[in-house]
């Protein structure tokens, strides 16, 4: 009995070391599957906070943001989440000691790129029914370059446009230069009438209005030097600024460009050989003022002897006529000033007209182009909240100048976006927000519009996006013009018609070239004026597209508005949102997409007042610390899960919920 007594023992310490190694072994998987299933708890707790998506900002902009109002709800709401887990009567007892949000991102945030980064990720599916040819990296290069060459000749143009005005007013100096020297030859004439007569006191009264005439002349000749200085130092200043447009610019279109800027100074070489001849009527003029005041003198004298005079005896008679003729014969030997050079515009009335045509792209462009019965809309937006506001009130949105003195935005999209990524974003403008309309409903505005310029009225974001458009289109039509001789020639024609055949040759093609800019203007007036009213424009014209010739160009500078063109095409090209898309893609950048913000906050809350996209959030980072129960080393499955009741341990779980695809947890 001794014997099966020690037997027994040996077999109970056996089977009491395989019960606890067994007991190990399932603990150590009950561990790990209490860790799966934290995980789980964790990551479906997640899913579901994040699936509390604002359901109007999705059903009308695809854009996903979890609205909240503090971070304590966002844990209490995780927090119930995770109640069903921690609560259920399974193999894996456990309490959330501690549920916090370690992290938010929201849609505001980082420069707009988490709000972009969604647009593009839902974009991926949007663009399954898109149909445009020009969607590939290719054509948005292409794209891009006609977006700058045709700003950037639409800047040069600019330039030598008013270059073309200041010429033209130096030739209207040395106009009044010429009108006082007429002036001073009639009044001459009439005095040397006066001395025929002979009528004294009338030929000293000519006489002194003639030397008022001359006194005009070093002011005149100071007005000239003024303004052909002013050009001198502007034509300077272009050459510099042209040198800079160059890199926009292809081969071709920089060697037109460069051939009409080089006849700028050629003028400006010319002029001053004519500056040396027109100074030199400053001292010839007091030369004559102080003859003619001699003259004054001699007719002075013989108006006294005459007034003086005393017959000696009845018979005796005064011969004024021979008194006179020392007068006479010295006021023939007036050296009468001319202007010995060429200058001047002959044809002031055509001149004119296409100066009115310059001058439409400013101040009551919009009413031009605007088709026949619309209605503009004259909505103010509260832009007091909206995220662009907020964003310049925290300091974001830096602005510095660039070469054309337009501000730039220093964000994190500028440049950063591939023209791919910036050609979808556009699309998307296109598709989700709202453009110009003949007549916008009670509520609605210039959604596209606002995007584009920024303005708070509702009119000027429109006046704005058609001037765009118009110096867009300016640029396009003068590259044409630009390319096709038969149109420089008209050009030429018509500029030899207003300087006149003796004109100097330089000015010609000074005004021929301001011609063509204007004829640019005019095209691009009548363009945007067929987006408005629904039709296509190319982008790039043939001569089948152009509607407008010279004859229209003069005809609308007479009447003051647009007419219409003849040709102009099948209608083919493309529409005002196919534009629009081109403005945004071009001029895309930080500031635009935070507009894009402001109008789904200023739209949302109609529907729910107070609404803000600063309140919503793509991304949450959360952290949860558990406590759990080593089940196999304790009183009971069900008893106390208190770390101070038997084997307790705590587990730290982090979960990243994201509304981004190519999110990345930290």
């Given amino acids: 009995m001794c014997r ?23 603990e150590s998987a009950r561990t790990a599957g209490a860790r799966c299933y934290l995980r789980m708890a964790v990551d479906s707790s997640a899913d579901s906070l994040m699936a509390q998506y604002h359901r109007e900002l999705w059903n009308k902009y695809r854009i996903l943001g979890l609205e909240y109002d503090k ?52 974009m991926k599916y949007g663009l399954l029914d898109m149909d445009w040819d020009e969607l590939d990296e290719a054509g948005a290069g292409e794209l891009l370059v006609a977006w700058k060459e045709g700003n950037s000749v639409n800047r040069v143009s600019e330039l030598y446009s008013a270059h073309s ?17 007429l002036a001073q030859r009639e009044r001459w004439e009439q005095g040397k009438d006066c001395l025929e007569q002979p ?12 030397i008022r005439e001359l006194e005009r002349i070093p002011g005149q000749v100071k007005s000239y030097e003024k303004r052909a200085d002013e050009l001198y130092v502007k034509l300077a200043n272009s050459r510099e600024r042209f040198l800079e447009e160059t890199s926009d610019l292809s ?79 010295r006021w023939s030997q007036y050296g009468m000033l001319l202007l010995g050079v060429e200058f001047g515009v002959r044809d002031k009335e055509k001149e004119g007209f296409l100066e009115q045509v310059g001058n439409m792209a400013g101040k009551g462009m919009l009413e031009l182009v605007l088709p026949e019965g619309t209605v503009v809309s004259g909505t103010d937006l509260r832009l007091s909240g909206t995220p662009s506001v907020q964003r310049k009130t925290d300091g974001g949105g830096l602005k510095e100048k660039d070469r054309d003195g337009d501000s ?60 765009r458009l118009v110096a867009f289109r300016e640029g396009l039509n003068l590259i044409h013009i630009l390319s096709d001789s038969g149109k420089r020639q008209e050009a030429r024609s018509l500029a030899l018609t207003i300087v006149g055949g003796t004109g100097i040759l330089p000015l010609v093609s000074v005004v021929a070239f301001f011609i063509m800019a204007v004829w640019a203007l005019g095209e691009a007036l009548l363009d945007v004026r ?86 919503c959030v793509c991304t949450v980072n959360a952290e949860a610390l558990v406590s759990g129960k080593h089940v196999f080393f304790s009183n009971g499955v069900w008893k106390s899960r208190g770390p101070e009741d038997g084997y307790a341990y705590d587990t730290r779980m982090a979960v990243a919920g994201s509304y981004l695809e190519d999110y990345k947890s930290p």
């Fill in 71 to 122: 971070t304590e709800t966002l844990e209490k709401e995780f927090r119930e989440f995770m109640r069903p887990y921690m609560e259920a009567g399974n193999w894996y007892p456990m309490k959330a000691d501690q549920i916090r949000i370690t992290d938010m991102t929201g849609l505001t945030q980082g420069d707009g790129r988490y709000f972009e980064q969604e647009i593009l990720d839902y």
């Fill in 199 to 210: 009528d004294g006191g009338r030929f000293i009264s000519q006489a002194n209005k003639m």
């Fill in 530 to 615: 067929c987006l408005l009213e629904g039709k296509k424009v190319p982008v790039f014209k043939t001569v089948s597209d152009w509607k407008l010739d010279l004859a229209g160009l003069l005809e609308m500078g007479r009447s003051g508005s647009l007419i219409d063109g003849e040709g102009g095409g099948d209608g083919s090209g493309i529409d005002y949102e196919g534009y629009l898309r081109i403005l945004i893609f071009g001029g895309y950048d930080t500031d635009l997409v935070y507009r894009m913000m402001d109008v789904m906050q200023i739209v949302t809350a109609r529907k729910q007042p107070g609404f803000s996209l600063e309140n």
């Fill in 408 to 467: 730039q935005s220093t964000g994190f999209l500028t440049g950063a976006r591939t023209l791919i990524q910036r050609l979808i974003i556009g699309e998307y403008d296109i598709r989700f927000f709202k453009g110009f309309k003949k007549e916008m409903q009670k509520g609605e505005f210039y959604e596209l519009e606002y995007i584009i310029h920024g303005k708070k009225k509702d009119k000027d974001n429109l006046s704005g996006v058609a001037a």
């Fill in 4 to 26: 099966k007594g020690e037997i027994t023992v040996f077999l109970a310490m056996i089977l009491f070391s395989v019960c606890a190694l067994l007991c190990v072994i399932v």
């Fill in 251 to 329: 081969g071709d279109v920089r060697a037109a460009l460069e051939e009409e800027i080089s006849q700028y100074e050629s003028y400006a070489a010319q002029d001053g050989q004519r500056r040396r001849e027109v100074e030199a009527l400053t001292n010839l003029s007091r030369d004559r003022i102080q003859w003619i005041g001699d003259v004054i003198n001699m007719a002075e004298e013989v108006m006294e002897y005459i007034s003086n005079w005393e017959p000696e005896d009845e018979d005796d008679e005064l011969d004024e006529a021979a008194l006179w003729q020392p007068v006479r014969a």
């Fill in 165 to 181: 005005r200041e010429a033209v007013r130096v030739e209207k100096a040395l106009e009044i230069i010429n009108s006082t020297l």
